[in-house]
């Protein structure tokens, strides 16, 4: 009889357990799901409509490419927590249509911290670039350390590493913002001896955390005091002068 109480109390248990793992589970799906902040339809419109940019929607991710397929140089982008990846598809298209091939990735339930995939994972959409540089805004710019001993290069976009870089030969291109109010310019400060002695460190005046995206405002952050075309155009610049360097 004993037994038989221990066992049922055993059974129990062990369903309730995997009751709430289901649970937790299903709840860290739903989340990821809610409030994904969608791309604005004219800055994606003005890339799909670029002549001079072919956009694949690949396994890899999001492939932005020269259309005259003349391209040395790649760079891994991994989109911010919640947001759309086609987001940061206006904002990185200047680069592109100086010669840089992007992949805007898909993380794992839309947060870059779940998607363990390796840099070659993205990197073969275009296999015949040699030099890739790997990069992210926000959430994504923290994966990006995490790949960065993979890559010949590291971009951050308001962003800034949890691992220390600051030994490895990176070339590296910080870009933050003078009003981002999540990675703010005390928290790019902070962090500043995790990266290499000679990394470029960039800060926007009137930028915001959401300049580095087209997806809208976004909680907690500033107020932009910088337009969306002046954002891009400098964007734009600071990425050709650091690829430059790379080739």
């Not at 995997?18 to 994606?44: D, F, K, R, T």
């Not at 390796?118 to 992210?136: H, K, N």
């Not at 930028?207 to 964007?235: K, N």
Request: contains cysteine; proline residues 5%; charged residues 20%.
């Amino acid at each position: 009889m004993q037994k038989k109480r221990g066992r049922r109390v055993l059974k129990w248990f062990l369903w309730s357990l995997v009751a709430l793992m289901v649970l937790g589970v299903g709840g860290i799906v739903a989340w990821s799901q809610i409030g994904v902040m969608g791309a604005e339809p004219g800055p994606l419109a003005s890339v799909e409509e670029n002549p001079a940019i072919t956009v694949t929607d690949a396994e890899q991710g999001i492939v932005l490419a020269p259309a005259d397929g003349a391209s040395e140089i790649g760079l891994v982008f991994v989109p911010g927590a919640k947001v759309d990846p086609s987001a940061y598809a206006a904002i990185l298209q200047g680069v592109v249509e100086d010669g840089v091939t992007v992949v805007i990735t898909r993380p794992w339930l839309n947060l870059a911290f779940f998607d363990l995939r390796g840099l070659d994972s993205f990197t073969s959409a275009a296999p015949d670039i040699d030099t890739w540089a790997v990069g992210g805004h926000s959430l994504g710019g923290v994966r990006a350390c995490r790949l960065a001993a993979d890559a010949d290069a590291l971009v951050l976009f308001g962003s800034y590493c949890s691992n220390d870089v600051s030994d490895s030969s990176l070339a590296v291109l910080s870009i933050s913002g003078s009003e981002d109010g999540l990675s703010t310019p005390e928290k790019i400060d902070g962090a500043r001896d995790l990266l290499p002695a000679d990394a470029e460190m960039i800060q926007i005046d009137g930028a915001s955390h959401a300049s580095f995206g087209d997806y809208g405002p976004q909680a907690g952050d500033g107020t932009p005091a910088i337009s969306d075309e002046e954002m891009h155009e400098q964007v734009t610049a600071l990425l050709d002068e650091f690829f430059a360097t790379l080739r």
